[in-house]
């Protein structure tokens, strides 16, 4: 596996730092899905813990993480803390007790003590998190997955992967391989209940979808395997995703 020392080293530093309060740390994302692109990709981390880290445990856990994030791919690392309970039986939206990723980094920086305080709450994003986990997680240390992570409601799921497509019309002409992608995925799943990476949701879309999408897919999925950034007409790209959460919104009121 790809940085699979970086994810040991990773690993032991989590156990050093929480000891016997950590039960688990697991993979989730493009990684564990087989279609990490280090260009294009993020690490993807779920740590479990019994009960909320003091706020010590959490400073010297985040500077490690920072200089971990140093030796990960372009992206970065992204990951959640979460204790038993607010997964087993699962909450939704939730709740988690320390959270990272690059875009809050210089916040951390800034002042890391107000960030160990206060970086914790409710994340929808958690339920397409654990969902993941729970197909196709990879266990790098403690609990199995089904012994830790309860099952998630189908509406849970598709409330947040929906959720995090709502901007697509905008949000397609910034970032158009990610939303094109994941529109797909989002689809599939309302349509069929198909729990897919992005690159699956591309191949889907491109079997399942009119043929006036299949060009726009096709662009993303090539350029989503390599390095080359996605160009796109804005017009063109709105429209699809316009029709894309037209869609998915018909697909969930089917399926609800």
């Known amino acids: ?13 989590s156990r050093r730092i929480f000891g016997d309060n950590l039960l688990g740390v697991y993979l989730h994302g493009s990684l564990a899905m087989g279609c990490f692109n280090p ?3 993020d690490i993807d981390l779920l740590l479990a813990v019994e009960r ?11 500077q490690q993480v920072i200089a971990f994030n140093e030796e990960a791919p372009a992206k970065g690392l992204e990951l959640s803390i979460v204790t038993r309970d607010a997964v087993n039986p699962f909450c939704y939206p939730t709740h988690f007790v320390l959270h990272f ?14 960030y160990v305080q206060h970086m914790k709450g409710e994340d929808p994003d958690l339920a397409a998190h654990c969902t993941v986990v729970r ?17 998630v409601p189908t509406a849970a799921y598709l409330d947040s992967i929906r959720q ?27 349509r069929e209940g198909l729990v897919l ?10 079997s399942h979808l009119p043929e006036e999408h299949c060009p726009v897919i096709r662009q993303a999925l090539d350029c989503y395997a390599n390095d080359r950034s996605m160009q796109t007409d804005e017009a063109a790209a709105r429209a699809f995703a ?5 869609s998915i919104t018909s697909a969930a009121a089917h399926a609800g």
């Open 242 to 246: 316009v029709a894309m959460l037209e």
């Open 52 to 62: 909320e880290p003091t706020d010590e445990e959490k400073l010297a856990f985040m």
């Open 197 to 206: 990476s992005k690159q699956e949701g591309g191949q889907w879309g491109l």
């Open 164 to 190: 995090d497509v709502a901007g697509a019309e905008e949000d397609i002409v910034t970032d158009p391989i990610y939303m094109t992608l994941n529109l797909c995925r989002v689809l599939a799943y309302a």
């Open 39 to 41: 260009q294009k990709s």
């Open 101 to 114: 990723s690059p875009m809050h980094l210089d916040w951390f920086r800034r002042d890391p003590t107000g």
């Open 1 to 13: 596996m790809q940085y699979q020392d970086l994810l040991e080293r990773f690993t032991a530093m």
């Open 135 to 151: 197909k196709c997680g990879k266990v790098l240390c403690g609990a199995p997955v089904e012994a830790f992570f309860g099952d």
